[in-house]
């Protein structure tokens, strides 16, 4: 069972920048910080259909099922990587 700093890293540097393509959108990975605000202008700003990726992504990733994706699973869990992660954490431990 990985930790939840290697679940953050993998989040943020594999779920977030590279299957996002944030690069693309003049983002450095070093930009990204376990509480950096995924969502709101402050932060990546990502869009509804960025965060259905991440989910996707994260689905994958760790052979979870996450059950239908709505709109206060998006802004409960997907506030930033750290969030990302504890619910993670809290799937593959409730496997």
């Not at 990975?29 to 990502?46: F, P, Q, R, V, Y």
């Not at 206060?72 to 809290?90: N, R």
């Amino acid at each position: 069972m990985m930790n939840i700093n290697e679940i953050i890293t993998h989040i943020k540097e594999k779920i977030i920048f590279e299957d996002l393509e944030l690069s693309e959108w003049g983002h450095e990975l070093s930009d990204i910080k376990d509480d950096t605000l995924l969502l709101s202008e402050e932060g990546l700003a990502l869009d509804s259909v960025d965060v259905l990726d991440i989910f996707v992504g994260i689905q994958k990733e760790y052979s979870i099922d996450l059950g239908e994706i709505t709109n206060e699973l998006m802004e409960k869990h997907c506030q930033s990587p750290l969030t990302l992660a504890e619910l993670v954490i809290d799937k593959c431990g409730a496997r």
